[in-house]
């Protein structure tokens, strides 16, 4: 099925994994594994699943939106909002977190993560596509997606005018 991902055993359908992020192991590792896992895919009701394959090669193999500088790979599938992110009163981030990712689970209940690209890169990333970066320097846009034109109902098609 092209809408589903096979995550070890699972099958998990696109609608439902919200990001892929770097997974790296805690000294001493709760897992008991042979297996090196590099990547952990986030669903949206923040469950995860360990996953063999970097964020980069997942991303480049299932065209997810890749960000950089958090080495997080987006669905694009999936309706992220985007917010300027300011460390409540008593929290003290241990990095300097510009943005936050946020989406609802399929309980409606808000889910976010915090990254370290800028708001409005994330946005670009998120409505474009594409990061800010990959834009041209000179300040033309990239040219837009053509528009295809209605074709006519069926059974609708125009008569042809005699010459």
């Known amino acids: 099925m092209a809408d589903t991902f096979t995550i070890g055993k699972r099958l998990i359908p696109q609608n439902q994994l919200a990001f892929v992020e770097p997974y790296v192991a805690t000294d001493p590792s709760p897992i008991q594994t042979s297996r090196n896992f590099l990547a952990r895919a986030v669903l949206l009701n923040r469950d995860s699943i360990l996953i063999e394959d970097s964020v980069a090669d997942f991303a480049s193999a299932h065209r997810f939106l890749f960000v950089a500088d958090d080495q997080t790979a987006i669905n694009p599938a999936i309706r992220f909002g985007v917010e300027l992110f300011s460390p409540a ?8 977190y510009q943005s936050r990712l946020r989406w609802r689970d399929l309980d409606g209940n808000d889910q976010s993560k915090l990254l370290l690209t800028s708001p409005e890169s994330v946005l670009e990333l998120i409505t474009n596509g594409e990061a800010l970066a990959d834009a041209p320097s000179d300040g033309r846009h990239p040219p837009s997606k053509l528009r295809r034109t209605k074709r ?3 059974g609708k098609l125009p008569t042809r005018q005699p010459l």
């Open 152 to 154: 006519p109902a069926r």
């Open 89 to 96: 009163e008593g929290f003290k981030p241990s990095k300097p």
